[in-house]
T-cell receptor, first 111, second 116 residues
């Protein structure tokens, strides 16, 4: 059973749209959740980190975790062309330092 | 902002050859990692390194792989006898502190390894 599932996209939206990116996971032992952004030919860059169910907001970005459904989301408000990138969800078990990544969703925001 | 630096950005090698991928982690970081991403696949954990020894490794990190911190700044990944399936983007990462909160992990821009 795959641990972390993410729709690869691409997801194409016009500038200004609200974007919703999602991940599901199978192992309820995951306790910490992250969203990374990866531009082409660059390493992943941490966007959001959360460890509890509910919402966490940072500027235009909101991370949402539903542990009962094993479902996490990233919302981007007022999307910009500069948001065009691949968004990776990542998870971690308590006491460990290694990340388990989803495959990533490619987002394209057109001006 | 401080950066993790990786060299070279692209490495081409023949199957069976040894390669060394180099990384300079952020200077005050203590934990170092290698991840890899095969084209079209997930970013996968290879190994973590702390206090001059491996702290965790994945199934991918077999006897063909080794890591070293030869001096105070460099962190290297060696593949002894490359195989075609080792072709991937290899990312080095570092952070200040291990732990469940996995404080911000900084990734380098990666080395694209192509094994012919």
């Amino acid at each position: 059973q795959k641990e972390v599932e993410q729709d690869p996209g691409p997801l194409s939206v016009p500038e200004g749209a609200i974007v919703s990116l999602n991940c599901t996971y199978s192992n309820s032992a995951f306790q910490y959740f992250m969203w990374y952004r990866q531009y082409s030919r660059k390493g992943p860059e941490l966007l959001m980190y959360t460890y509890s169910s509910g919402n966490k907001e940072d500027g235009r970005f909101t991370a949402q975790v539903d542990k009962s459904s094993k479902y996490i989301s990233l919302f981007i408000r007022d999307s910009q062309p500069s948001d065009s990138a691949t968004y990776l969800c990542a998870m971690i078990f308590p006491g460990y330092s290694t990340l388990t990544f989803g495959k990533g969703t490619m987002l394209l925001v057109s001006p | 902002e401080p950066e993790v630096t990786q060299t070279p950005s692209h490495q081409v090698t023949q199957m069976g050859q040894e390669v060394i991928l180099r990384c300079v982690p952020i200077s005050n970081h203590l934990y170092f990692y290698w991840y890899r991403q095969i084209l079209g696949q997930k970013v996968e954990f290879l190994v973590s390194f702390y206090n001059n020894e491996i702290s965790e490794k994945s199934e991918i990190f077999d006897d063909q792989f080794s890591v070293e911190r030869p001096d105070g700044s460099n962190f290297t990944l060696k593949i002894r006898s490359t195989k075609l399936e080792d072709s991937a983007m290899y990312f080095c990462a570092s952070n200040k502190a291990k732990g469940s909160r996995n404080e911000k992990l900084f990734f380098g821009s990666g080395t694209q390894l192509s094994v012919l």
